[in-house]
């Protein structure tokens, strides 16, 4: 297994023609007839930094969530908030206007283009970048932070297809920094109850895990303008499943070890019509405006 490159065998799994092929026999057919290729880089797992004693940060992306990254790095003691994105003006300001009334220092903001992020990560005094934009966005930010030589932290969802999560992970080997996905489901107090109880072995071995997301969210259908709704509602004419699956699967997987010596293997997808969401659409015009411009470009809507 380790002199095998990790994304050929991926994709030599996923090729196989049998749907219950075992990893075991796509890995003995690629070993038997493609050469070995070497890492890219060291593995990052269990990789920890070098201790810094203040944390200088910047943050990409300062609206709905990014804005709460600002308020709760304002409480951090040892933290310094160095600088600012955003491409609208308004959630600049405020940011900006929060972090004066903390008393701490004003932060250089950065702004007018989407491309503006890259003067941030240019600077030498940031220790950490926070990604809060768009998702189309988070692997490539999340790649030039760690190029710039800045650990990233980035929300929800890390990357969109198999080969970004690959380009994210060849960098973070490459580069040797720290890239975390801000699974916030992982530490609710709830979850973090659960997975100290199984650590303490309260539940015995575990054998069989389930987990899901339930959130009520297609009031962001109405934000048509600004706000998530202004551009996550496209990803639900782009895609038909689980657009958060780590919401409910992260925890889980704590619990259960997930590479820490076990691992996922294979996955089942199944789904059902967005029935919901499509008639809630039809009760506001201007969300089925959203959704005929959808269509129109060509981008189809689960219903």
């Not at 690959?166 to 975390?180: G, H």
Request: with cysteine; hydrophobic share 40%.
């Amino acid at each position: 297994m380790h002199n095998i490159h990790r994304r050929n065998f991926l994709k030599a799994a996923g090729a196989a023609t049998a749907g219950l092929v075992t990893a075991n026999i796509a890995l003995n057919a690629y070993a038997s007839s493609v050469a070995p290729k070497p890492q890219v880089g060291k593995s990052v797992i269990g990789l920890i930094a070098p201790k810094m004693d203040v944390v200088r940060v910047g943050f990409i992306g300062v609206g709905e969530r990014g804005f709460s990254h600002v308020e709760q790095f304002c409480h951090l003691q040892g933290v310094e908030l160095k600088a600012i994105c955003d491409t609208h003006q308004a959630v600049v300001d405020r940011a900006v206007d929060h972090i004066v009334k903390q008393n701490r220092p004003t932060p250089a903001v950065y702004t007018g283009n989407d491309l503006s992020y890259r003067d941030l990560l240019s600077r030498d005094d940031i220790d950490i970048v926070i990604i809060s934009t768009p998702w189309e966005w988070h692997a490539p930010m999340a790649i030039e932070t760690m190029e710039s030589g800045k650990h990233a932290f980035v929300e929800v969802p890390m990357a969109l297809t198999v080969e970004e999560c690959w380009q994210v992970v060849d960098t973070a080997e490459r580069t040797q920094k720290n890239c975390m996905m801000m699974e916030n489901v992982n530490y609710g107090r709830e979850e973090l109850m659960v997975l100290n109880m199984v650590r303490q072995g309260v539940f015995g071995e575990l054998l069989h895990g389930e987990a899901a997301y339930i959130h009520e969210l297609r009031w962001q259908m109405k934000e048509i303008d600004h706000k998530t709704g202004s551009w996550r509602t496209y990803w639900h004419t782009k895609r038909n499943g689980n657009l958060y699956p780590t919401h409910g699967l992260g925890p889980v997987s704590q619990y259960m070890n997930i590479n820490r010596g076990d691992r996922f293997d294979y996955l089942t997808s199944m789904s059902s019509p967005a029935l919901g969401r499509a008639l809630y659409a039809k009760r506001f015009p201007p969300i089925m405006n959203v959704i005929s411009s959808s269509i129109s470009m060509g981008i189809s809507i689960p219903v």
